[in-house]
């Protein structure tokens, strides 16, 4: 299934630690499409655990984090234009 994750994190005293580790836990289950907005296509068992990495870290005074749950059928809901395009997660990546 295909989550979009979407960020917002504080610039307070630990905002900046904070937001590092958020993006790095993003990092490792999805691409990143903008600076605060991951593409992420996981398994149902994945998201559970991606989801609890990511509230573990946040601040719920400060900070907000939501999930855009696109389903299996995802390429039909996602329309991209502009210069940066975006990987194919299911396709063959090089690193």
Not at 10 to 17: F, I, L, S, T, Y
Not at 38 to 62: S, T, W
Not at 65 to 92: H, M
Request: overall charge positive.
């Amino acid at each position: 299934m295909m989550v979009l994750v979407s960020y917002d994190v504080a610039r307070d005293d630990h905002g900046a630690r904070r937001l590092r580790k958020v993006a790095k836990t993003c990092q490792n289950y999805g691409q990143r499409v903008q600076y605060s907005v991951f593409e992420c296509l996981v398994a149902p068992d994945q998201f559970v655990r991606l989801k609890h990495e990511l509230l573990e870290i946040m601040a719920d005074e400060y900070d907000s984090i939501r999930f855009y749950l696109l389903g299996a059928n995802w390429k039909n809901r996602v329309e991209q234009y502009g210069v940066k395009k975006a990987l194919d997660p299911e396709g063959t990546m090089i690193i």
